[in-house]
């Protein structure tokens, strides 16, 4: 299991940002406004393709399909195979255009790699700003479909397929869902109303939802003040593990001054498969597990933000989550002596645990413990009592077993022992009624 910001089922690319709570979005073209004359006469520089500049008034009497993608967006490279299969079956009748932000450099170098030369009848505009301006957006995969010179529809990739491209083309009844990405810096479905009004201030707000939400990728964000106090967060598209997750790892931060992992969560529930995404065979998400979540509270309560977020949560997830000590089996890290053997020589700092071969140079201690509560075999926790406050060099072969990690720390008089301690843990339960 991982945290909120490592998990691959995105179904957008989104970077994750810091937001203060000012709430203006730009406006765009909405569905059924025609295309500006601009849009037909400029011309845009393209790579893959025998001119380097082609113009979208050669395709007026098309469907057009602008694909906005990136290099590095998994999703969108996944779509490259359809995206090609669907302009080589519908031919004249379609236009698809890939359309990029990123240089002439990135592209050229991909469609040079041996995943890239697949796609030698795709050509893609580089260092893109006039459609992106045109059609804003959030993440990408994103598809614009343009028919008859007017924006007829924006979706996600999952939608563009041969049935749907039939569809607009003969004038059926289109089953495409509009997808309009939702701006990260506007709390969750809090209306455009708000912004017209003067003299009111934002001081509560909570929006609590299961279900995915498609106009919005997967991930979260802050609300700052103006000091850049966090006093809100907003998470989409996340089960529920996720979100409990980075609570956990503030409150342990405020209140144990202590490493926040999975080791330190106890799951207590009957379904605990309820709290984690379901993957589909194809890596995606059906949206079953999925929640969306926004809370902030005012300016000046903001210390408080994540004890109002667990209550917020308790209230209405299904499940009681606390923060409480546990009598836990541990390995419990010691000196076996009063020989210094761990002082640093000083110089750059380093910690490579649990990497092979796994060093600390002049940093603490706790630097170990922390990688050791993290994503290894070893499902027990460990605790330091050692009780050694000032930095350390320190050098092992690597995070295999207990046994060959208690042999290698000898040598500096460190030892780990099995013991059970209170500690302080996250635990889930089923909420009784």
């Not at 909405?30 to 393209?46: H, M, N």
């Amino acid at each position: 299991m991982k945290n909120i910001f490592c998990r691959g089922f995105m179904s957008f690319a989104f970077t994750i940002v810091a937001a203060t709570t000012s709430f203006a979005q730009n406006k765009s073209l909405k569905i059924g406004d025609s295309l500006p004359e601009s849009f037909w006469t400029t011309p845009f520089s393209v790579v893959n393709h025998s001119q380097k500049t082609i113009y979208l008034s050669e395709d007026k009497n098309k469907l057009i399909l602008i694909d906005f993608w990136s290099t590095w967006c998994s999703a969108c490279l996944m779509s490259l195979p359809k995206i090609e299969t669907l302009q080589q079956k519908f031919g004249n009748k379609v236009k698809i255009l890939p359309v990029s932000s990123q240089d002439k450099v990135a592209l050229q170098k991909f469609f040079s790699s041996s995943n890239g030369k697949k796609y030698k009848s795709m050509m893609s505009t580089y260092e893109d700003k006039k459609l992106h301006d045109l059609f804003p957006h959030a993440g990408v995969p994103f598809i614009i479909w343009i028919k008859d010179g007017k924006l007829f529809n924006t979706t996600d990739a999952g939608q563009l397929t041969e049935q749907t491209i039939n569809e607009v083309l003969s004038g059926d009844r289109s089953s495409l869902q509009t997808i309009i990405q939702i701006d990260r810096a506007r709390p969750l479905m809090l209306s455009e109303d708000y912004d017209r009004q003067r003299n009111v201030q934002l001081l509560n707000y909570s929006f609590f939802a299961k279900g995915k939400i498609p106009d919005i990728g997967a991930g979260g964000t802050y609300r700052k003040t103006a000091s850049g106090k966090i006093h809100g967060r907003q998470f989409t598209n996340l089960p529920l593990w996720d979100m409990y997750y980075a609570i956990g790892y503030e409150l342990f931060k405020q209140q144990d001054k202590t490493s926040f992992t999975e080791k330190r969560m106890i799951i207590e529930v009957k379904e605990p498969e309820k709290l984690m995404p379901i993957e589909k065979a194809d890596g995606s998400n059906d949206g079953a597990n999925l929640f969306n979540y926004e809370f902030i509270i005012p300016e000046q309560k903001y210390d408080s933000l994540y004890n109002y977020m667990l209550e917020d949560l308790n209230r209405y997830s299904g499940y009681t989550v606390t923060l409480e000590k546990r009598p836990v089996k541990c390995f419990v890290l010691v000196r076996t002596s009063t020989k210094d053997k761990l002082a640093t020589k000083g110089g750059e700092k380093r910690s490579t645990f649990p990497r092979t071969p796994s060093i600390l140079r002049n940093v603490p201690l706790k630097n170990m413990v922390n990688m050791l509560n993290g994503e290894i075999p070893i499902k027990e926790l460990f605790i330091d009592e050692t009780g050694y406050t000032g930095n350390v060099d320190l050098e092992v072969s690597g995070v295999k077993d207990i046994a060959t990690l208690k042999k290698e720390i000898q040598k500096y008089d460190l030892d780990l022992i099995p013991q059970e301690r209170q500690v302080l843990m996250m635990v889930i339960k089923d909420q009784r009624n």
